[in-house]
Nanobody, 118 residues
Framework: VQLQASGGGLVQAGGSLRLSCAASGRTFSSMGWFRQAPGKEREFVAVSGGNTYYSDSVKGRFTISRDNAKNTVYLQMTSLKPEDTAVYYC?????????????????WGQGTLVTVSS
């Protein structure tokens, strides 16, 4: 089983990026995104699996979507802010409603760096 994240990069504040995470080896009920900024703990961003849920800090700016035929989850990020700078990790779990806690997820991608300049 492998999760391959891609799409990170450098963008100016106010810009947009789309992250992708392709899963191989099995399908998952919940797929989501977490991020970790330098010196900070990993935090929840968004999840799709039974329901769709966003952290308050990204609600209205980020959109999570899935292409089940490709076994891929996306994170469309708009109106990016410097505080969105982090390594973004995709996560997946066999269960629905895995929620906001990273401990609930069994599988993780390698992370992709998003840097937002002011």
């Amino acid at each position: 089983v492998q999760l391959q994240a891609s799409g990170g990069g450098l963008v100016q504040a106010g810009g947009s990026l789309r992250l992708s995470c392709a899963a191989s080896g099995r399908t998952f009920s919940s797929m989501g995104w977490f991020r970790q900024a330098p010196g900070k703990e990993r935090e929840f961003v968004a999840v799709s699996g039974g329901n769709t849920y966003y952290s308050d800090s990204v609600k209205g700016r980020f959109t999570i979507s899935r292409d089940n035929a490709k076994n891929t989850v996306y994170l469309q990020m708009t109106s990016l802010k410097p505080e969105d700078t982090a390594v973004y990790y995709c996560a997946a779990d066999r269960r629905y409603y895995s929620g906001i806690y990273y401990a609930n997820y069994d599988y993780w991608g390698q992370g992709t760096l998003v840097t937002v300049s002011s």
